[in-house]
């Protein structure tokens, strides 16, 4: 085990040896093992968006065990994914790549102000399942944000128990933000917060931009010259908001977009003191090789082997 991933172990005092077993299972697989970096394929999109405007422009993803593939020979250091897809493949590929069950979902086939999601799934099923870790989605800024923390607290509490991390999506939405307060950087720092105080392992954030969304936050933003001006300033303050960086924070990949956006993305998140991202979209929407590709270079942009 290297020293960079012996470190990050000692930020979880709290953890029993099972929760850092599997942690150091996350942090020691796939092309970026022993680095202290994350690149996770996530594969949630079919049931968050539809499964047409999810694969459809790529029809071999429609099968959930091209995803266990995709993740496998990318070399990523985990795949996660709803109950479906895992049970769909967790036999066939059992021990090859370390799983996250995603234990809440949400569809847009009625489109709400304030966003919920539902339990799909349980700590039971992960452990069934062979996973290191659940996912978790929460919302701050709805109007059900209060029982969606209560609803996680519970639930980590059931997966430490069970020697399993926690990871949180934590994603700014609802009437409580406008549309560009979901990533303004007081409202991505305050979530990933958040997500820590809730007792996360790991915090999925999607990438701040440089707008400031709350008036008495952003007094205190400009009164103490946060600096933000860059993107990778951006991700160092963010990360700096989850305990001063002894949380792990990975980035959302986002929508599709093109190669050169995607690479000056991961140096900000990269040179900001990100620890990695996590990239669905991006990923399962290209051909196999394309994505292999991709992902090697957002491999290497975090290993320090390309520029």
Same mark, same amino acid.
């Given at each position: 085990m290297s020293e960079r991933v012996k470190e990050i172990l000692s930020w979880y005092g709290s953890d029993s040896p099972g929760?850092?077993?599997?942690?150091?299972? $996350? $942090?020691? *697989?796939?092309? $970026?093992?022993?680095?202290?970096?994350?690149? @996770?394929?996530?594969?949630? %999109?079919?049931?968050?968006?539809?499964?047409?405007?999810?694969f459809a422009v790529n029809p071999p993803a429609y099968d959930p065990r091209y995803h266990f593939e995709l993740a496998i020979e990318a070399g990523c250091n985990a795949y996660a994914a709803p109950l479906g897809f895992l049970e769909a493949?967790?036999?066939?590929?059992?021990g090859r790549v370390p799983l996250i069950l995603k234990l809440n979902n949400h569809d847009v086939l009625l489109e709400e102000k304030d966003p919920n999601q539902?339990?799909?799934?349980?700590v039971r099923d992960a452990?069934?399942?062979?996973?290191?870790? @659940?996912?978790?989605?929460?919302?701050?800024?709805?109007e059900h944000r209060l029982s969606?923390?209560? %609803?996680?607290r519970a639930m980590a509490e059931e997966a430490k128990a069970s020697g399993l991390a926690v990871v949180i999506w934590s994603y700014p939405r609802g009437?409580?933000?406008?549309?560009?307060?979901?990533?303004?950087?007081?409202?991505? =720092?305050?979530?990933?917060? @958040? *997500? =820590?105080?809730?007792?996360?392992?790991i915090i999925k954030v999607k990438l701040p931009s440089a707008?400031?969304? %709350?008036?008495?936050?952003?007094?205190?933003?400009?009164?103490?010259?946060?600096?933000?001006?860059? $993107?990778a300033e951006r991700v160092r303050h963010v990360v700096q908001a989850a305990f001063n960086g002894r949380r792990i924070v990975i980035f959302s990949g986002g929508a599709a977009a093109k190669d050169d956006q995607v690479f000056d993305e991961v140096r900000a998140i990269r040179d900001g003191g990100g620890f990695g991202s996590i990239i669905g979209r991006n990923s399962f929407q290209r051909k196999k090789p394309d994505a292999l590709k991709f992902l090697g270079t957002v491999m290497g942009l975090y290993a320090g082997t390309q520029k």
């Open positions: 929760t850092l077993t599997n942690l150091a299972r $996350l $942090l020691t *697989a796939g092309t $970026l093992a022993g680095t202290g970096k994350l690149v @996770i394929l996530p594969v949630d %999109q079919g049931v968050e968006h539809g499964p047409a405007r999810s493949g967790a036999r066939e590929f059992a539902a339990i799909t799934g349980s452990l069934r399942l062979g996973c290191v870790a @659940i996912g978790f989605t929460i919302y701050p800024g709805s969606m923390y209560e %609803q996680i009437s409580g933000l406008s549309k560009d307060g979901e990533t303004a950087t007081d409202v991505t =720092a305050y979530a990933a917060h @958040i *997500a =820590a105080q809730l007792g996360a392992h707008h400031l969304e %709350q008036a008495a936050a952003k007094k205190v933003y400009e009164a103490t010259q946060v600096p933000i001006g860059t $993107l």
